[in-house]
Nanobody, 126 residues
C-alpha cells in the first residue's frame, strides 16, 4: 500500500499563498493519478484538483485560476500551489493517489483513489 504524507499546511491571511506537498513512499506500482481533496469544517470532503500521468488536470470551479496542481515523478511528489487564499479555503487538505489512469472527469471523485494521506490543516483568516 502506497503511503502518502502531506506537508505545508499552516495558518495564513486572506490573499496569501501556500504550497502543499505530498510525498509517496512504499510504491510497488506506478501511480497514474493524483489528486488533492479537502474537508472544510462541518462539511463533506470535496475534490480540489487532480492530475494524471499524461499531465491532464481538473480543478474544482471554486479554485480555478487560484490553485495549480503539479507532480514531480522523479521525486514521487505532488504539489498544490494555492494563491489568493480565501477564508472559505480553510480545510484539512488530503492527498490521494491511484495506480489507475483516470481521465479528467474522474480526477475529483474520491472513490477513484485507493491511497490517501492523513491530511494537513490549512487555515485562512481575514
Amino acid at each position: 500500500q502506497v503511503q502518502l504524507v502531506e506537508s505545508g499546511g499552516c495558518s495564513v491571511q486572506a490573499g496569501g499563498s501556500l504550497r502543499l506537498s505530498c510525498t509517496a513512499s512504499k510504491i510497488t506500482r506506478t501511480i497514474h493519478s493524483w489528486a488533492w481533496f479537502r474537508q472544510p469544517p462541518w462539511k463533506e470532503r470535496e475534490g480540489v484538483a487532480g492530475i494524471n500521468v499524461h499531465g491532464r488536470t481538473h480543478y474544482a470551479e471554486s479554485v480555478k485560476g487560484r490553485y495549480t496542481i503539479s507532480q514531480d515523478s522523479d521525486k514521487d511528489t505532488l504539489y498544490l500551489q494555492m494563491n489568493n487564499l480565501k477564508p472559505e479555503d480553510t480545510a484539512v487538505y488530503y492527498c490521494a493517489a491511484d495506480v489507475g489512469l483516470r481521465s479528467e472527469r474522474w480526477l475529483l471523485q474520491a472513490n477513484m483513489f485507493g491511497s490517501w494521506g492523513q491530511g494537513t490543516q490549512v487555515t485562512v483568516s481575514l
